[in-house]
């Protein structure tokens, strides 16, 4: 056996994976705790609102067919019932209009031209009766007391219906203020007329004043401020219901494709429900064009052949009036009033009287172009020639009267034959006749028009609940088809 030298270094020992060191271990690292931080506390998740939720189960339901079924039976409901509300509502509002067109506006309109003639008409009887003198005829003297028991009726009525602090309001104190002041200068002037005192006719002039100045314009704004109301109702009697019309159209096109889409998925020709529900729209809908295309044509009708020639008539017979007062008055004066015109002396009030007669002429004329039937044509020519055998008269009394031949020419006026007062009655008369002829074909129009949209809010709110009940049934027939 043989043993290696013990003097001999021992082989090196190679250890796998280990790498030779090539110098003393490094020390270990101390160990440093790491401080804990909590971790936040996760955020609640944010909440969804109603309308979120809501949209997000539409949409959930849009994605089935019995969803989209449900979808579209509430959309044809509340369109069907929308156009019956809309109709409902702008058809009551239109009636309501044309019924104050024939009840309210236009009487009350009628009326404040009633103030006006009664008031000219009372100056008109006043002026004769003083002319008349001791005399005066019961006939005059009953005549004035008349006409001014009814202008105050008159103003009590159109108070009743004036709004607080309006126009209309201030024109009805004046003259309820005036009217009385009148009346006293009249019965002053008659009393010392009948005593010959000559102050007699300073007072009647003077009272004539404040009848042309004051109380007649005032009388006039209070027309003018009635017809401004009954042009407003019939603006608002009178305008298509465009919204309704719309909604109306709408809602048919809904319904018409609601079926469409039905007959593309089951082949099914008829959807009884939504048939239903069509015929009630479309009825509703042709009710709503026609009723009120007639309401409309008979509200027109009745301003063109009514208010028109009312208003022309109106004033011809205010015309006529004023006439036969100026008439009256320049035999009163005696000249005592004058107006200079372009240098040339004029008696005021037969000056006057030319105009007014002026203004009858083309009042009369007007109302002739305007009348549509031999009723009204015929009393406004009766009218036209009364004026012209008027005229004759007067221009023979205003010679009587310029040459001095006063008693003559008073005859010429005021006596029982041959006067102008004939003439000038005749007239009234005749025009009185186009009124009345004029304000019965106005009630008959606008009652037509009013009685086109009868029934029509009512009806058209309950087709459409038909129609929007007959939609919702057809679609719940469609659904139970899925069960």
């Not at 006596?415 to 007062?421: D, L, P, V």
Request: glycine share 10%.
């Amino acid at each position: 056996m043989t043993h290696p030298p013990k003097s001999s270094a021992p082989p090196p020992v190679a250890v796998p994976g280990v790498p030779a060191q090539s110098g003393p271990p490094a020390p270990p690292v101390p160990y440093t705790p790491v401080p804990h931080t909590p971790r936040p506390p996760a955020a609640p998740p944010a909440r969804r609102t109603a309308f979120a939720e809501g949209a997000e189960r539409l949409r959930a339901a849009a994605t089935t067919e019995p969803g989209r079924l449900r979808i579209i039976g509430a959309v044809l409901a509340l369109v069907v019932v929308a156009f019956g509300a809309v109709t409902a509502w702008q058809t009551s509002e239109r009636a309501a209009a044309a019924d104050d067109v024939l009840h309210r506006s236009q009487p009350l309109s009628s009326g404040a031209a009633g103030i006006y003639r009664s008031l000219a008409d009372a100056n008109t009887a006043a002026s004769s009766g003083f002319l008349a003198g001791g005399q005066e005829t019961a006939g005059t003297r009953d005549r004035y007391e008349k006409d001014i028991r009814t202008a105050a009726g008159g103003l009590v009525t159109a108070a009743a219906n004036a709004e607080p602090g309006s126009a209309s309001e201030a024109a009805i104190t004046r003259l309820n203020r005036l009217l009385p002041e009148y009346k006293g200068l009249i019965e002053r002037a008659r009393t010392y007329n009948r005593q010959g005192y000559p102050v007699g006719g300073a007072y009647l002039r003077y009272a004539n004043e404040k009848m042309q100045r004051q109380m007649l314009p005032a009388a006039e704004d209070l027309y003018t401020r009635e017809n401004q109301r009954l042009d407003a109702d019939y603006a608002d009697a009178t305008p298509y219901p465009w919204a309704a019309i719309a909604l109306g159209v709408l809602a048919l096109g809904a319904l018409g494709w609601a079926q469409h889409r039905t007959y593309q998925r089951t082949h099914r020709v008829l959807n009884h429900g939504l048939v239903a529900g069509t015929a009630a729209t479309t009825v509703v809908l042709l009710w709503l064009v026609v009723g009120h295309t007639v309401a409309r044509s008979e509200l027109d009708g009745s301003y063109d052949r009514g208010i028109r020639s009312l208003g022309v008539l109106h004033d011809a017979r205010i015309a006529s009036l004023k006439a036969r007062g100026n008439e009256n008055l320049s035999l009163v004066a005696r000249g005592a009033e004058t107006v200079t015109v372009d240098g040339t002396v004029y008696d005021a009030y037969y000056r006057d009287f030319d105009k007014d007669m002026a203004a009858l002429g083309k009042g009369l004329a007007a109302a002739g172009r305007l009348a549509d039937d031999s009723a009204g044509t015929a009393p406004v020519k009766a009218a036209e020639g009364n004026m012209a055998v008027w005229k004759q008269r007067h221009a023979a009394a205003r010679t009587e009267d310029e040459n001095g031949n006063y008693q003559q020419a008073l005859d010429k006026v005021i006596g029982a034959k041959g006067a102008t007062g004939a003439c000038f009655d005749s007239v009234d008369a005749n025009l009185a006749r186009a009124i009345d002829h004029e304000q019965g074909e106005f009630q008959r129009a606008a009652g037509d028009g009013r009685d086109a949209l009868t029934g029509l809010p009512a009806g058209a709110a309950a087709l459409a609940l038909l129609g929007a009940a007959g939609a919702v049934a057809g679609i719940g027939r469609r659904l139970s088809e899925y069960r």
